[in-house]
């Protein structure tokens, strides 16, 4: 079942290109608890599962799975990725070895 879904923006040349999040309620999967999330990269759908020990678990983890593969992608990188209008950042946390990448209100947040 779909919990929500967050937009990010990509921008091409004068065009914004939409690349959705999509987060699903976590679920049992005995004796772990998965939390599955997909992302509308350019170059096709991503799909993950990460697991935990609780939902809880499975869907922190997930949240922070979905802000390691924003701050490391090749779209981050070269500056053509965005989450809101005035602001920098994505809205997700990220694992605390690569929270040097955080920027904006994210830097601030996380």
């Excluded at 914004?16 to 759908?45: H, M, N, Q, S, V």
């Excluded at 090749?74 to 602001?87: M, N, P, Q």
Aim: aromatic share 10%.
């Amino acid at each position: 079942m779909l919990i929500l879904t967050h937009n990010l923006y990509l921008r091409k040349k004068n065009e914004d290109r939409k690349i959705e999040i999509r987060i699903f309620k976590p679920e049992f999967l005995g004796p772990a608890w998965g939390c599955r999330y997909e992302i509308d990269w350019p170059e096709g759908t991503q799909v993950m599962m990460p697991n935990g020990m609780d939902a809880l678990q499975a869907l922190s983890l997930a949240l922070k799975m979905i802000g390691a593969d924003i701050y490391t992608s090749a779209y981050h990188r070269e500056g053509s990725l965005r989450a809101f209008e005035t602001e920098e950042g994505y809205g997700f946390p990220v694992p605390n070895n690569i929270r040097d990448l955080l920027v904006g209100i994210d830097k601030m947040s996380f």
